[in-house]
């Protein structure tokens, strides 16, 4: 059975850097889409960025030039680098992996990012 498990989150100043990890295990890894949520109290989750099994990456426009997403498929994992943060980015991280053979998105249980003013 698959799992995800999210890592890197914490409380960082506004304009500050900081790098989530997911790492993946009991998946075929490198035939997974692998995605990038974040919901805020409040809110409903909302995409942040995602890259395809072929390495093709997508962005919410809200993050385009601030985050960077890839995945390194020798060690199962996928980071999401998130430079000049705002207190708008703050809210709970998640990792998801879908592929077009199983129904469903396999989910992390997410890590907690809170920006500072």
């Known amino acids: 059975q698959g799992q995800l498990v999210e890592s890197g989150g914490g409380l960082v100043q506004a304009g500050g850097s900081l790098r989530l990890s997911c790492a993946a295990s009991?998946?075929?890894?490198?035939?997974?889409?692998m995605e990038w949520y974040r919901q805020a109290p409040g809110k409903q989750r909302e995409l942040v960025a995602s890259?395809?099994?072929?390495?093709?990456?997508n962005y919410a426009d809200s993050v385009k030039g601030r985050f960077a997403i890839s995945r390194d498929n020798a060690k199962n994992t996928v980071n999401l680098q998130m430079t000049s943060l705002k207190p708008d980015d703050s809210a709970v991280y998640y990792c998801?992996?879908?592929?077009?053979?199983?129904?469903?998105?396999?989910w992390g249980q997410g890590t907690q990012v809170t920006v500072s003013t």
């Open positions: 998801a992996a879908a592929t077009s053979n199983s129904p469903g998105r396999l």
């Open positions: 009991g998946i075929i890894f490198n035939i997974y889409d």
């Open positions: 890259i395809t099994s072929r390495a093709r990456t």
